[in-house]
């Protein structure tokens, strides 16, 4: 398994679960990876074919619903209220989600011309992925910190090879369909809010406050070419204002932490199998987008059923 973000890790637990011995080798750890940004919800975003996108994603939202019980996966079910300034279509997917419902008049501030209002999966990234880590090596995997100059590397030794490495694909796999969306957040301490406020209505920016259990993540960007990690300040400054404009109580709030991350954008996402030059079988799971975290539990019992079918018993 190459990758030890939100996609290799969920589809190392499965494979690993399933009885499939796993090693995960991965350049960079968390908190160093692109999921440990994450803001994250549940929640299709720049992620394609739409029809595959559905039924990832609505078989992840299942899963985030069962671990929301377990308090050390970091997942909190909280209400989303999403705004729109203008007449706005339902979503393609909102067959994924249960109970979504126009908002009311008074639902929404004035400058808004309606909104949608929802229930979804708040994940904790930093401690949903050490608990994706624990239950991994619970279960017997292994992983190891290196990088990898291509394929076949991994596959010395290995029966299969399962490519889950986001961005990296781009020189694994010399994919030039791959490129980085840059996202930039502000964390800040929560004073108190308990609901997702979306605007993706805007031309000109997207805002999102996502209120986890202490801190609420501030956003956002959606850089389709940038690659710099560096946070910039009129950026964070922007995002701050938007955020307040749309939650009041977060005037003042106390800043904790820039973070900026690369998410894998492509025209699709990319899992399906394949074999390396000497046959070694190789099952690729990459290019998720702005969704990866949404998507990740559907894509990895996938993986699971390409990896049964390319390994003899
Ligand atoms: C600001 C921001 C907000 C976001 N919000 C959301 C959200 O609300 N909901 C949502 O669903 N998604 C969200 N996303 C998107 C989500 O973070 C990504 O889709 C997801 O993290 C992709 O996961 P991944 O495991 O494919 O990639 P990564 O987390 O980047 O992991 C890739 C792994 O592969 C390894 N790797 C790469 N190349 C090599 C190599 N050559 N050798 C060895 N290892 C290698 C890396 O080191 C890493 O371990 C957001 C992203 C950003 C930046």
Redo the contacts with the bound molecule.
């Keep these: 398994m ?8 969920s589809a190392a637990v499965r494979l690993q679960e399933a009885g499939f011995p796993v090693r995960i ?5 968390p908190p ?12 299709p ?1 720049r ?1 394609y074919p739409q029809h595959r996108v559905l039924d990832w994603g609505r078989r992840t939202l299942a899963v985030f619903h069962e671990l929301a019980g377990e308090r050390s996966a970091g997942i909190l079910l909280r209400d989303v209220t999403e705004l729109f300034r203008f007449p706005t279509p339902d979503p393609w997917w909102l067959p994924a989600v249960d109970g979504i419902r126009r908002c009311t008049v008074d639902e929404v501030p004035p400058a808004y011309g309606g909104g949608l209002t929802f229930r979804t999966a708040v ?1 904790e990234m930093p401690v949903y992925l050490r608990y994706l880590t624990m239950r991994f090596h619970a279960a017997g995997g292994r992983i190891e910190q ?4 291509s394929l076949a590397e991994a596959g010395a030794g290995a029966a299969a090879v399962v490519n ?6 781009r ?2 796999t010399h994919d030039r369909q791959l490129l980085p ?5 502000v964390l800040v301490e929560n004073p108190g809010v308990d609901q997702v406020l979306l605007d993706e209505s805007d031309p000109h920016a997207i805002t999102y406050v ?1 209120p986890r259990s202490t801190d609420c993540v501030l ?3 959606a850089e389709a070419g940038a690659k710099s990690l560096e946070p910039d300040v009129a950026t964070a400054e922007a995002i701050v204002e938007r955020c307040t404009k749309l939650e009041p109580r977060l005037a003042g709030a106390r800043l904790l932490a820039h ?6 954008g492509r025209p699709a996402v990319r899992l399906e199998p394949d074999h390396l030059p000497d046959g070694t079988p190789c099952v690729h799971n ?1 290019g ?9 539990w559907g894509c990895a019992d996938d993986v699971v059923g390409l990896i049964r079918a390319a390994l003899p018993e």
Excluded: N
């Design positions: 190459i990758g030890c973000g939100v996609i290799g890790l080798i991965a350049r960079d750890l160093a990876t692109t999921s440990s940004v994450a803001a994250a919800i549940w929640y975003y992620a994940v290196g990088t990898l100059d889950c490495s986001g961005l990296g694909a020189q694994l969306i840059r996202g930039q957040v996502v956003g956002g960007t973070r900026v991350g690369l998410r894998p990459y998720h987008g702005g969704s990866g975290v949404t998507l990740s």
